[in-house]
Nanobody, 118 residues
Framework: VQLQAFGGGLVQAGGSLRLSCAASGQTFSIYAIGWFRQAPGKAREFVADINYASGRIYYADSVKGRFTTARDNAENTVYLQMNNLKPEDTAVYHC????????????WGQGTQVTVSS
C-alpha cells in the first residue's frame, strides 16, 4: 500500500485547509486510514481515523468539532477538512494505513506541512 498526502499550506488562524490522502497498491487490504501530526519538538499525535469499509470515524478531542474526515472509496482517497484552524494545529500531517484493528499503522505517506499563523 502506498499513500500520498497533500494539500498543506500556510493559513491564518480561523482559516481552513483540506488535506487529501491518495492510496494505491493493495487498497483492498486497507482496514482504516488514520491522520497523525507532529509539531517540532513534540511527539506524533493522533488526529482522526476512518474505517475504510464501515466509515466509522474517531477524532482526537483537540480537533473535534473543527476537523472532519471522509473517504471516497471509488477514488481511494481520504480527506481531512480542517476548519477554524489554530496556531497549535501547526505540524506536519501524515496519513497512514492499517490492515486490521489488531495491527499497527504500517503504511505511511510522506507528510504535508500545515502552518497556521496567528
Amino acid at each position: 500500500v502506498q499513500l500520498q498526502a497533500f494539500g498543506g499550506g500556510l493559513v491564518q488562524a480561523g482559516g481552513s485547509l483540506r488535506l487529501s490522502c491518495a492510496a494505491s497498491g493493495q487498497t483492498f487490504s486497507i482496514y482504516a486510514i488514520g491522520w497523525f501530526r507532529q509539531a517540532p519538538g513534540k511527539a506524533r499525535e493522533f488526529v482522526a481515523d476512518i474505517n475504510y469499509a464501515s466509515g466509522r470515524i474517531y477524532y482526537a478531542d483537540s480537533v473535534k468539532g473543527r476537523f472532519t474526515t471522509a473517504r471516497d472509496n471509488a477514488e481511494n482517497t481520504v480527506y481531512l477538512q480542517m476548519n477554524n484552524l489554530k496556531p497549535e494545529d501547526t505540524a506536519v500531517y501524515h496519513c497512514a494505513a492499517q490492515r486490521s484493528a489488531f495491527t499497527a499503522y504500517a503504511y505511511w505517506g510522506q507528510g504535508t506541512q500545515v502552518t497556521v499563523s496567528s
